[in-house]
């Protein structure tokens, strides 16, 4: 029998992805509810679904900060049923924090975190009741190891790292699966829609050697990260479908081999000293020789560390 799919933030990166490739299934296994806030913008998701469009993939509104949103999307669907979720939607932000509005870190919080706490609520009577399901959310590397200037993005990820594993094992009684997708960068929108909002930005409150350190330091060292270490999001879509496949998923799955060592520091010293200092170093000190850090990481990485990664086949 065919599984019901839902899917949230579908308009572009690893959501419209994700929902084409589980609606192109060879077996046909799924029946994907694509989501979008805006269904204006629809049209590249149209066109990547090809074939498959209102056959094993239905486009629905959906936004995750609204409750009345996500209720009727849910009664738009077969039974209201939810077989898999993925809390995929999410926000960035990056910047010093003395720049950054409460407001502005409360949106985060209620789009990465209150939303994929939304979804979760509204399917899992259902769950339990049928004693089956699966809950997929896309964290981040950045839910395992905070990232300078990426204070309250990283803050989000943790907090939703902490409510799926307390979450996990009453839900294992309940037969209901949750699983947490860690990618490390990944070449979306999602970088460029960041970049354009801090063009934009005065930073009014950040002294000017805060702003330079972000600006200088930061900017150039974060966008070589993404060149050198980035996936795509097809790639991260797949080890996803492959998570979404499995019998037994795992709590945790990093997408990306090449940034496992990063992660791997904090739990090769509890008192976080050396992750600390790494990443210190990593920007600060080696900053000339950024470039070949992460080039020697990844050169290290590609040999040593492919384990614990999901590689899609
Ligand atoms: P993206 O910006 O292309 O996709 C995010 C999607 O979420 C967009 O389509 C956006 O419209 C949607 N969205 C935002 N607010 C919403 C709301 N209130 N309701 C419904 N949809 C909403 O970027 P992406 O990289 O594909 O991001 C997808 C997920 O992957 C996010 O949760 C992000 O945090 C995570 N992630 C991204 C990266 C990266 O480097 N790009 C790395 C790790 C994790």
């Known amino acids: 029998e065919q599984k019901a799919v839902l899917v949230t933030g579908c308009s572009s990166g690893i959501g419209l992805r994700l929902a084409v490739l589980l609606a192109q299934d060879a077996k046909k296994r799924y029946h994907v509810t694509a989501t979008m806030r805006d269904l204006r913008k629809k049209d590249k998701l149209e066109q990547a679904a090809g074939d498959a469009l209102n056959k094993t993939l239905s486009i629905q509104r959906l936004d995750v900060c609204s409750d009345e949103s996500v209720a009727e999307c849910l009664n738009n669907m077969k039974d209201r049923r939810v077989d898999v979720l993925v809390n ?10 003395e720049s950054l509005s409460m407001q502005d870190m409360q949106k985060v919080f209620e789009t990465n975190f209150f939303g994929a706490v939304r979804m979760i609520k509204a399917v899992l009577p259902d769950m339990k009741k049928r004693k089956s399901g699966h809950i997929v959310t896309m964290s981040s590397v950045m839910g395992l190891q ?5 204070d309250v993005y990283a803050a989000s990820k943790f907090a939703m790292e902490g409510f799926c594993e307390s979450l996990a094992v009453q839900l294992l009684k309940f037969n209901v699966n949750v699983s947490l997708i860690e990618p490390g960068p990944v070449n ?35 966008h070589e990260i993404f060149t050198t270490l ?10 996803t479908m492959q998570v979404i496949g499995m019998r037994l998923p795992r709590l945790r799955y990093q997408t990306n081999a090449l940034y496992t060592p990063l992660v791997a520091l904090k739990y090769a010293d509890e008192s976080g000293s050396l992750s600390v200092r790494t990443f210190y170093n990593l920007l600060f000190n080696f900053g000339p020789l950024f470039h070949l850090s992460m080039n020697l990481i990844k050169c290290i990485t590609c040999n040593c560390f492919r384990r614990g990664a999901v590689s899609p086949s």
């Open 146 to 150: 905070g990232i300078v200037f990426n």
């Open 230 to 239: 980035g996936q795509s999001p097809d790639t991260v879509a797949k080890a």
């Open 188 to 222: 979306t929108e999602f970088e460029m829609k960041l970049m354009e909002e801090v063009g934009k930005s005065q930073f009014p409150g950040a002294d000017a050697e805060t702003v330079r350190y972000f600006k200088e330091v930061y900017l150039p060292a974060s």
């Open 88 to 97: 995929n939607a999410g926000v960035g932000q990056i910047g010093p924090i």
